[in-house]
């Protein structure tokens, strides 16, 4: 029967006939042998097959494989002397599936840029690194739901196509039925856009359900064309009824640790190719995350901090700025040398719908910086009084009319209630050391480039 | 400490000190108590409370409570001398969270009906009903996970916003950065929309890693306005390499096999509420599923059946066309009255991607129906050979330049694959019995309508 080279590697049925199919990465003659290593993407690692010249096809088309082509193959499983395996097929028959022209197929022997695959979204998967990342960034999706469901939270799927602009920033990609530049009527009776959060239907379902969580797609139209910017990028947004900042606090990092503890182990053939290749010590500083507890310190806290560094920063710092990236990694890496949680920012740089605290000019707001990355998250509790809430949109400038359900939340059964968001490519990024967002989603959208 | 009701229920520890938050459905007094039902939204279970009027706010607040005001409360779990429940709370302390105004809250002690109830979308999980199908929803997910992860399956998050049109019936939505019958420049370089299909993008992942899936929202702009259509509703896309159209039957059957099994063990109170209120017999035909192999037909022997009906059908039925709802559920629920696969359709009727078979006339195409829903899963074996995929392609009058990406995966290394799509609402509503599409999904959007 056929099976995934994962299997093999992990059973080891030596001496027994297999069969399995896949895609030869490289083939190496010697002498009246030649070496095939195939990889079918169930793992990392290549399973070596020895084809000897006594095979019926052995001159018209085993000696014809180059990398790309796909084959079917049955054999024995053999110990293998060589070394960095411990097993090897011996085949009795190798059929050529598919082939690959060695003169088209533009993934050859040697290593290719991350930018050149990039143009090659179509293929790049089949590359080690990118295999690499398509594996743990579905491990740690996967970890998500299991974090959460084992803990009783209901995911919601909350819309994608929305008329709420939860940041209120105006960069939202619009929805219509007619072509750019052409007039048509509103499908949805009124201007709709691509969802930028889904945390305030979100907390529809936590008034109703208690703990309930989002994962899914969201937006940004903004024309940004960075190494940290997608247009469209994945989210996961917890929101717990009967919670407060502190338990809000305890459910991020709870989740952290929890899914690093799992990816260490569940893809850690995948995460020592990262912390060879890709960022030296990443292993080293996962472990570390995991086995710390992280630091806290307040927004005010922070703030005097960045006044006495010794450093110079670009912006320069002072109570009411909004945290640079230079000003968060300062704190994470070289001040507390851990995940730190920076809690109570000034109202006035936070959105609408964060809970005023009793200082009346800062909110229970939460943003949880990592080395490396900075911000990973950022939640806070939510605003539950009524009339406080609605004072702070109407100084938002935001249509209370068009909030009325959200205002609905507060006027009947209100309860105290709590939630964050974490970008999941900037989670990857942390878990395999990539540079750019765009290795770690599959089809990345940016300014100008949406190719399939 | 604070516990989930749904925990309590199960735990039961009898005569000891608890805790719960949660809101209030019904009050009722009696001489010189109050019996409180709460409901937490972790089960569709109440727990009963018991106040008596030696509480201090007995008078002033406690006699006041009404449907929807949300509380906490500390008391004594005790053995229930009540019918229908085992344990009950007798309460030593009851706060008041959060009120709702009797004379303003829209949901009643009453039944309402689901019409209504769609207009209040962001109060409408805190029913019985609808917060039992949220319940189900987020398991059957969840579940979805599982079964694919614990195969080997890598989830794949393909784009949203795409420049392919999979299904080519020009039911895409566009997204714009500028406003409906404005111009403004094409943010992603040309005209993008959102996608009908994840399967071109997952086929490119099948020819790397072997066996993926997505699980993500998916679009129509169809002016439909039935209960049976959504221009926003999820789907789940699995795609196998070394697959045909056999093993493709056998993934879909084991799926729902494992989906429905589940279900009816984790969500087992929640389906009796449905077998009660919504399907009467609905238990029985989820348990008929599990235990039965689905039958298989082949369309030319559907169309045989068909033509010999004794019944008389609006659309009449003859080799060739496409099968109607009427059809199909003749032959599902009259003729072999379980789940029913049909395969190799016409392939005028199908897409291009779909493999032809050795008579030149059909494909491997495979569509599941099921009592009550009539199609749930439609799949099939792809075209991996180049030459009949161009022509196919040609015939549908598809641009060879813009799909060479998809060209590219039978260039280089083309193996034998096969997926399906299954509408996840579909799948929704079969195990609920729900007859109107916009009762299983939270936020339903249609025609004319995306109120948040």
Same mark, same amino acid.
């Given at each position: 029967?056929?099976?995934?080279?994962?299997?093999?590697?992990?059973?080891?049925?030596?001496?027994?006939?297999?069969?399995?199919?896949?895609?030869?990465?490289?083939?190496?003659?010697?002498?009246?042998?030649?070496?095939?290593?195939?990889?079918?993407?169930?793992?990392?690692?290549?399973?070596?097959?020895?084809?000897?010249?006594?095979?019926?096809?052995?001159?018209?088309?085993?000696?014809?494989?180059?990398?790309?082509?796909?084959?079917?193959?049955?054999?024995?499983?053999?110990?293998?002397?060589?070394?960095?395996?411990?097993?090897?097929?011996?085949?009795?028959?190798?059929?050529?599936?598919?082939?690959?022209?060695?003169?088209?197929?533009?993934?050859?022997?040697?290593?290719?840029?991350?930018?050149?695959?990039?143009?090659?979204?179509?293929?790049?998967?089949?590359?080690?690194?990118?295999?690499?990342?398509?594996?743990?960034?579905?491990?740690?999706?996967?970890?998500?739901?299991?974090?959460?469901?084992?803990?009783?939270?209901?995911?919601?799927?909350?819309?994608?196509?929305?008329?709420?602009?939860?940041?209120?920033?105006?960069?939202?990609?619009?929805?219509?039925?007619?072509?750019?530049?052409?007039?048509?009527?509103?499908?949805?009776?009124?201007?709709?856009?691509?969802?930028?959060?889904?945390?305030?239907?979100?907390?529809?379902?936590?008034?109703?359900?208690?703990?309930?969580?989002?994962?899914?797609?969201?937006?940004?139209?903004?024309?940004?064309?960075?190494?940290?910017?997608?247009?469209?990028?994945?989210?996961?947004?917890?929101?717990?009824?009967?919670?407060?900042?502190?338990?809000? *606090? !305890? @459910?991020? =990092? /709870?989740?952290?640790?929890?899914?690093?503890? +799992? %990816?260490? #182990?569940?893809?850690?053939?995948? $995460?020592?190719?990262?912390?060879?290749?890709?960022?030296?010590?990443?292993?080293?500083?996962?472990?570390?995350?995991?086995?710390?507890?992280?630091?806290?310190?307040?927004?005010?806290?922070?703030?005097?901090?960045?006044?006495?560094?010794?450093?110079?920063?670009?912006?320069?710092?002072?109570?009411?700025?909004?945290?640079?990236?230079?000003?968060?990694?300062?704190?994470?890496?070289?001040?507390?040398?851990?995940?730190?949680?920076?809690?109570?920012?000034?109202?006035?740089?936070?959105?609408?719908? *964060? !809970? @005023?605290? =009793? /200082?009346?000019?800062?909110?229970?707001?939460? +943003? %949880?910086? #990592?080395?490396?990355?900075?911000? $990973?998250?950022?939640?806070?509790?939510?605003?539950?009084?009524?009339?406080?809430?609605?004072?702070?949109?109407?100084?938002?400038?935001?249509?209370?009319?068009?909030?009325?359900?959200?205002?609905?939340?507060?006027?009947?059964?209100?309860?105290?209630?709590?939630?964050?968001?974490?970008?999941?490519?900037?989670?990857?990024?942390?878990?395999?050391?990539?540079?750019?967002?765009?290795?770690?989603?599959?089809?990345?959208?940016?300014?100008?480039?949406?190719?399939?």
């Amino acid at each position: 029967m056929n099976k995934r080279i994962r299997t093999l590697l992990v059973e080891q049925p030596l001496n027994t006939k297999v069969s399995i199919k896949g895609w030869v990465r490289t083939r190496r003659d010697s002498g009246s042998f030649s070496f095939i290593e195939i990889n079918d993407g169930s793992c990392l690692a290549n399973i070596q097959v020895i084809a000897g010249n006594d095979l019926d096809n052995y001159q018209s088309e085993i000696k014809q494989l180059n990398t790309g082509c796909s084959v079917s193959i049955k054999g024995e499983l053999k110990e293998s002397p060589a070394k960095g395996q411990d097993v090897e097929i011996h085949a009795n028959e190798i059929c050529i599936v598919g082939l690959a022209d060695p003169e088209a197929y533009p993934l050859q022997k040697k290593r290719h840029s991350f930018e050149f695959l990039r143009e090659i979204s179509h293929l790049r998967p089949r590359t080690n690194a990118l295999g690499a990342v398509a594996r743990v960034r579905s491990r740690l999706g996967y970890s998500v739901h299991r974090f959460f469901q084992e803990r009783g939270f209901i995911q919601v799927h909350t819309p994608i196509i929305t008329t709420s602009d939860c940041e209120g920033a105006g960069e939202m990609f619009q929805v219509t039925t007619a072509e750019e530049g052409k007039s048509g009527s509103h499908f949805f009776g009124r201007q709709a856009g691509l969802t930028v959060s889904g945390q305030l239907q979100a907390e529809v379902y936590a008034l109703s359900l208690g703990d309930v969580y989002t994962f899914g797609p969201t937006f940004r139209a903004e024309n940004s064309n960075t190494s940290r910017h997608l247009a469209e990028f994945w989210m996961i947004e917890p929101e717990m009824a009967f919670c407060d900042l502190r338990g809000n *606090m !305890r @459910v991020a =990092e /709870d989740m952290m640790h929890y899914l690093l503890e +799992d %990816i260490m #182990v569940s893809c850690a053939e995948d $995460l020592e190719l990262f912390n060879k290749f890709i960022e030296k010590g990443l292993l080293e500083k996962l472990g570390r995350v995991v086995e710390q507890e992280f630091a806290h310190v307040t927004y005010t806290d922070a703030v005097d901090l960045l006044l006495k560094a010794k450093k110079k920063f670009d912006y320069p710092v002072q109570w009411g700025i909004d945290l640079q990236s230079e000003h968060e990694r300062y704190l994470t890496e070289e001040v507390f040398r851990r995940p730190l949680v920076v809690t109570d920012y000034p109202a006035t740089i936070k959105p609408f719908y *964060m !809970r @005023v605290n =009793e /200082d009346g000019r800062t909110v229970a707001a939460m +943003d %949880i910086l #990592v080395p490396g990355i900075g911000e $990973l998250v950022g939640g806070s509790q939510r605003e539950e009084r009524y009339d406080v809430l609605e004072s702070r949109m109407v100084e938002a400038g935001i249509d209370l009319e068009e909030y009325q359900w959200y205002l609905d939340l507060r006027r009947y059964g209100t309860v105290p209630h709590a939630g964050f968001g974490l970008g999941f490519e900037r989670l990857v990024q942390f878990v395999t050391g990539m540079k750019n967002i765009r290795e770690v989603i599959p089809f990345p959208r940016t300014p100008g480039s949406a190719p399939c």
